[in-house]
Every structure is written in structure tokens, then in C-alpha cells.
């Protein structure tokens, strides 16, 4: 089934450990997506990427990183984790950057960092 | 700043209709996107409006006016499947998505 993987489904980290969250397309969408999501706030862009070899920083970057290497993948690293950073991870892919499509999730990556 | 604004929190009784608002504030507008989230998944499209008007799908219709910066989702007939978080986001002058912190829906039966 055509859609976007998230790996791992949730993980429990000790702070100050690095960590990288995994998301992979096969929809050949061009730009893919990280947000943050926290109770009683909207979903917030951490970083974006509009094509591959491209990304960008988005409203909360602080603290991750992403790479795009190729079409499919997007990873996100936490390069020294800290308890703010707890939070539900969504990867999101559109075909591309502008337009009406819409984007599309994965599943999700549930962080708790003690 | 950018801003959405949505009810935190509805209930509405099965089979009956309910209208989720949205008011948004941003720089420039490409579009206004509706989301469906249901707890502990991921976010699924419902709706999208870019010009002034009522979009139908089914029992969801979505409205825009740009004029005053507003919209709403209608749900009609509701089941109880319908239990769900809704998420209105924008997208600005800089195709950037904007999102609201969601509207969480209670269906009573």
C-alpha cells in the first residue's frame, strides 16, 4: 500500500542521546515534511524539504536536523535530545511545495525524552 | 503574527449536523485546508477551498470567505465515527501550511 512509513513507532530516550527519526515515501511526492505535535498546539513545521538535495528550516527548528539525499527519504535527527523536544512526530509528503494538494502523514513517532 | 483560531472543544448528538469555525489571521493566502485527526493517528484531508463558496463531499461540506478571514466545516447526518479532532490550516503568502490547534468533536449517541 502506497503511502509514508514512520520508524520507530514510539521510543523512550534518556536525554542527551542523539536519535534519528525515520520517514520514508514511495508516492514520489516531491516535498516532504516534519512537524511537532503537542497537546493544545497546532501541528508545528520543525523542518521541510520542497525537493530532493533541498530543505528548509520551518517555525520550531531548533535543535533538529534533516537531511534529503534522495526523493524517498527524510530523516530527522535530534543531535542532543532534551524533555521539550517530547512530543508525537509526524512526517508528511505532498507532490509538491505549493498548489492545492494536500499533504499526506505518516503514522506518527510518540518521543518521550526522560 | 499568524494566527488560526478554533473552537477548542464541540459536542453534538448523532445524527444531527454541528459547524466547526475557523478564523485565521495570516500574510497572504493560498488556500485553507481541512483535516480530519481521529486519537493517537495521523491527520487525513477532508476538504480544501480557495476561492469564496460552499464545497460539498458527501456528508462534509466546507465554506470560505476571504473577506473576513473564516471558515467553517459542516458535518451533517453525524455518526458517531465522526468522534474526532478536526484541524483547520492555511496556507500563506509564502506557501507555508499554518495550522490551528484543532477543534475536538464529542458525539453523543
Known amino acids: 500500500i502506497a503511502g509514508i512509513t514512520q520508524a520507530p513507532t514510539s521510543q523512550i530516550l534518556a536525554a542527551g542521546r542523539r536519535m534519528t527519526l525515520r520517514c520514508t515515501q514511495d508516492?514520489?511526492?516531491?516535498?516532504m515534511y516534519w512537524y511537532r505535535q503537542d497537546l493544545g498546539l497546532g501541528l508545528r513545521l520543525i523542518h521541510y524539504s520542497n525537493t530532493a538535495g533541498t530543505t528548509g528550516k520551518g517555525e520550531v527548528p531548533d535543535g533538529y536536523s534533516v537531511s534529503r539525499a534522495n526523493t524517498d527519504d527524510f530523516p530527522l535527527t535530534l543531535a542532543s535530545a532534551v524533555p521539550s523536544q517530547t512530543s508525537v512526530y509526524f512526517c508528511?509528503?505532498?507532490?509538491?511545495?505549493?498548489?492545492?494538494?494536500?499533504?499526506?502523514f505518516g503514522d506518527g513517532t510518540r518521543l518521550s525524552i526522560l | 503574527g499568524q494566527n488560526i483560531d478554533q473552537p477548542t472543544e464541540m459536542t453534538a448528538t448523532e445524527g444531527a449536523i454541528v459547524q466547526i469555525n475557523c478564523t485565521y489571521q495570516?500574510?497572504?493566502?493560498?488556500?485553507l485546508f481541512w483535516y480530519q485527526q481521529h486519537a493517537g493517528e495521523a491527520p487525513t484531508f477532508l476538504s480544501y477551498?480557495?476561492l469564496d463558496g460552499l464545497e460539498e463531499k458527501g456528508r462534509f461540506s466546507s465554506f470560505l470567505s476571504r473577506s473576513k478571514g473564516y471558515s467553517y466545516l459542516l458535518l451533517k447526518e453525524l455518526q458517531m465515527k465522526d468522534s474526532a479532532s478536526y484541524l483547520c490550516?492555511?496556507?500563506?503568502?509564502?506557501?507555508?501550511?499554518?495550522w490551528g490547534a484543532g477543534t475536538k468533536l464529542i458525539i453523543k449517541p
Open positions: 477551498n480557495v
Open positions: 495570516t500574510s497572504g493566502f493560498n488556500g
Open positions: 508516492m514520489r511526492h516531491n516535498a
Open positions: 490550516a492555511v496556507r500563506d503568502g509564502n506557501y507555508q501550511l499554518i
Open positions: 508528511a509528503s505532498s507532490p509538491q511545495g505549493e498548489g492545492n494538494q494536500p499533504q499526506h
